[in-house]
């Protein structure tokens, strides 16, 4: 098994549910989409395809 490291953002996520949301004719608010990028985030780590790891930027 090969680990490679990834770097998951949350707004990136929003992003990309706005975007995809729109084309279906979903109009999402901020807040929305604040939680969809929060699911799918949480939805990664429960099937452990990541692992939330936080590193100090000091």
Known sequence: MR?????IDT?????FFLKE???R???P???ELD???DIAFEYL????IIDEEWEDDE
């Open 29 to 31: 608010t901020e807040d």
């Open 35 to 37: 939680e969809i990028a």
């Open 25 to 27: 004719g979903f109009v």
């Open 11 to 15: 707004e990136e996520i929003a992003e």
């Open 45 to 48: 780590i429960a099937k452990c």
């Open 3 to 7: 680990e490679i490291e990834v770097f």
């Open 21 to 23: 949301l729109v084309q």
